[in-house]
Nanobody
Framework: QVQLVESGGDSVQAGGSLRLSCAYS????????MGWFRRTPGKEREGVAS????????????YYADSVKGRFTISQEKEKNMLYLQMNILELADSGMYYC??????????????WGQGTQVTVS
């Protein structure tokens, strides 16, 4: 059973920073990546960032949506089963509910029942 607990969301002003955390446990579907996803009103859930092991040239590789490149940084502490997202220079468009999930690059690998509660980020 997958367990995903996101935290760290808050209300911040544009230009500010936040650090999101995700505690994960259980079977991650054998996915090579762990990622962050966000859902904003009127939009499909989109992949924001992922960190992958053994993809491409090997080692750890990070992937980012174009809209967050240069502003967001994903990191992971595998020994603690923790995933993080450092979000800098936040923009209004970054507002939304953020979720973590096992992934293939920027596509989640989860059933609809596995998603955590998410953590809300509001940029004003």
């Amino acid at each position: 059973q997958v367990q995903l607990v996101e935290s760290g969301g808050d209300s911040v002003q544009a230009g500010g920073s936040l650090r999101l955390s995700c505690a994960y446990s259980g079977y991650m579907y054998g996915a090579a990546c762990m990622g962050w996803f966000r859902r904003t009103p009127g939009k499909e859930r989109e992949g924001v960032a992922s960190t992958c092991t053994g993809v491409g040239s090997g080692g750890e590789t990070s992937y980012y949506a174009d809209s967050v490149k240069g502003r967001f940084t994903i990191s992971q502490e595998k020994e603690k089963n923790m995933l993080y997202l450092q979000m800098n220079i936040l923009e209004l468009a970054d507002s939304g509910m953020y979720y973590c999930a096992p992934a293939v690059i920027l596509q989640p690998v989860l059933t609809p029942y596995d998603w955590g509660q998410g953590t809300q980020v509001t940029v004003s």
